[in-house]
């Protein structure tokens, strides 16, 4: 575990660096935080290391991977750039948006990370390590959530460490994440501009940039729009109740604000995503509290409602999926 400030761009005269890069060239599984969760990160050209990430996650191999890069021209060298494309990277890269193009013909990432794809999901993410990491490496870095599939998304080293560290030849820990939730995957592969997964960047900035309504993927587990969205996921061992009015005795609640449900005083512990009710601060705190409110209960989750606005709309899309039947 190598731990350093978030914004430290020191580490590349650190000699563990140069370790951490011949890691990624051997194809060994290192874990990266970006501003969205942690990332367990591979050289996204090398086949048997994507077969290690979905190894190590239990993930089903159908289900492709993002491939991160430094820079939007990097970008280029794997996906088909339309104009819309090119508006949304300059508005909101480097950051939490992850955008699906059809693939370059020039592009190199593996036929295992795009799941055999004619389409591939890139991303330059805001975080100085793993940027640093494609640059040295010149490898696209292909990084799922650092979690065993279909359960919460890690967004401290601890539970990245937790989930996966035996497979791990290192673990970058640069504390909490910023943003909490996923980047917004928005497919610019169809007509029209497709919102995959609402996350980091809310649907509204998309569509001020885009100057057009973002269409929705429905939730169809037999053909998911993005095949990773399946109606379970982000699963905790507990059962969890969604916007909560009345809390039953010995369950965790999850609040948003100052408002709380009729029998607050029965919940086990109380987690409250953002008491001033902001929802970038409560999607930052979403997964931690998913954590512990599991830890802190035997009879159950209760969460509070959240407003579906702005980064709402990524929360609530989290504790759908969080409470879907398993
Ligand atoms: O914030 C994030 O996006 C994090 C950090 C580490 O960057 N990564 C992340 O990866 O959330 P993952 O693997 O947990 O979720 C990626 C999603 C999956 O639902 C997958 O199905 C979808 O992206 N995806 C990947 N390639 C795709 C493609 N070509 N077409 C449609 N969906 C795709
Ligand atoms: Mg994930």
Redesign the pocket.
């Known amino acids: 575990r190598w731990q350093l400030a978030a914004q430290d761009t020191d580490f590349k005269k650190d000699e563990r660096f140069a370790r951490v890069c011949r890691a990624i060239e051997a194809g060994e599984l290192v874990a990266v935080p ?1 501003e ?5 990160a591979a050289d996204a050209t090398n086949g048997q290391a994507c077969a290690r990430i979905y190894e190590a996650k239990g ?1 089903p191999q159908f ?4 491939s ?1 890069v430094e820079s939007l021209e990097a970008a280029r060298r794997h996906g088909i750039f339309t104009a819309d494309a090119e508006r949304l990277a300059d508005a909101f890269w480097p950051g ?1 948006l ?1 955008l ?1 193009l059809p693939r370059a013909g020039s592009s190199t990432v593996s036929q295992l990370a ?2 055999g ?1 004619e ?3 890139i ?1 330059v ?1 805001n975080a100085p390590f793993m940027q640093a990491l494609a640059e040295a490496t010149g490898k696209p870095l292909a ?4 979690n065993l599939s279909g359960r919460i ?1 890690g967004t401290t080293a601890d539970d990245v460490a937790h989930d996966l560290e035996p497979h791990l030849a290192f673990l970058i820990d640069t504390g909490p994440t910023s ?1 909490g ?3 917004t ?1 928005i ?1 610019l ?1 169809g007509d029209q501009p497709t919102l ?2 609402p ?2 960047i809310a649907r509204e900035e998309i569509e001020a940039v885009l100057n057009t309504r973002l269409v929705s993927a429905g939730t169809n587990d037999s053909a ?6 399946m109606s379970s996921h982000y699963a905790p061992c507990s059962s969890v109740r969604l916007n909560v009015t009345e809390v039953h005795q010995g369950e965790a609640l999850i609040t948003l604000g100052t408002a709380l449900p009729a029998g607050a005083e029965k919940a086990s512990q109380r987690f409250n995503l953002s008491a001033e009710g902001n929802l970038r601060e409560a999607a930052s705190n979403l997964f931690i509290a998913l954590r512990q409110a599991d830890k802190a209960t035997q009879v159950g989750i209760a969460v509070a409602p959240i407003p579906a606005t702005g980064l709402g709309e990524a929360i609530n899309d989290r504790l759908l999926r969080a409470a879907a039947p398993r």
Do not use: D, Q
Request: glycine residues 8%; charged residues 10%.
């Open positions: 970006t969205t969760v942690y990332g367990l993930r289900n492709p991977l993002i991160h939490p992850t699906v795009t799941a794809l389409t591939i999901a991303r993410p990084a799922p959530s650092a998304s943003v939730v996923e980047s995957i497919s592969v995959l997964r996350g980091g998911p729009a993005a095949p990773g969205m």
